[in-house]
């Protein structure tokens, strides 16, 4: 079954003015639509049986709407092309500014570890210097390779001079 128009609705829909206006909206939103045009006759006035064929078929009405559409559609196809105006370069700044901040982060996490790694040789060190009675060398040996004594900077520091034997 078929819902009506309600009186109100009927004398809106014959004036040319506002025939037109719905047409366009209407063939804009489901020209390029996947699913299909609703069938209920208020929302789709394009299957509506009381369109005057004259307004459909003049020539300059008709023309406003096809370029109407080839405007709608060169716009919408420029979107998908990835041209955006003034929203895509605030994308790109911000996607930028968070990519710094997340370099910066990681080079912050990763001089606290060699930070922590530095303080925990030193410490193995000491500890098995004070603890037992070795030698430095056996003391350097365990901490995990061959040290040099450096500057003193805080406390006792010790640099690494080759890899871990």
């Given at each position: 079954m078929r819902p009506s128009l309600t009186p109100r609705a009927k004398r809106r829909m014959t004036k040319p003015a506002a025939m037109h206006c719905v047409l366009v909206t209407t063939v804009w939103l489901y020209a390029s639509s996947v699913t299909a045009a609703p069938t209920h006759p208020i929302r789709?006035?394009?299957?509506f049986r009381s369109i005057p064929p004259p307004l459909l078929a003049s020539a300059p009405r008709s023309l406003t709407l096809l370029a109407w559409m080839l405007f709608a559609c060169g716009v919408d196809r420029g979107r998908d092309e990835g041209w955006d105006g003034r929203r895509r370069r605030r994308r790109r700044r911000r996607r930028r500014r968070r990519r710094r901040r997340r370099r910066r982060r990681?080079?912050?996490?990763?001089?606290?570890?060699?930070?922590?790694?530095?303080?925990?040789t030193k410490s193995t060190a000491s500890v098995v210097m004070r603890g037992h009675e070795v030698s430095l060398w056996r003391a350097r040996k365990a901490a995990g390779g061959v040290f040099r004594l450096g500057k003193r900077r805080s406390g006792m520091s010790l640099r690494r001079t080759c890899r871990p034997v």
């Open positions: 789709n006035p394009l299957r990681r080079r912050r996490r990763r001089r606290r570890r060699r930070r922590r790694r530095v303080k925990a």
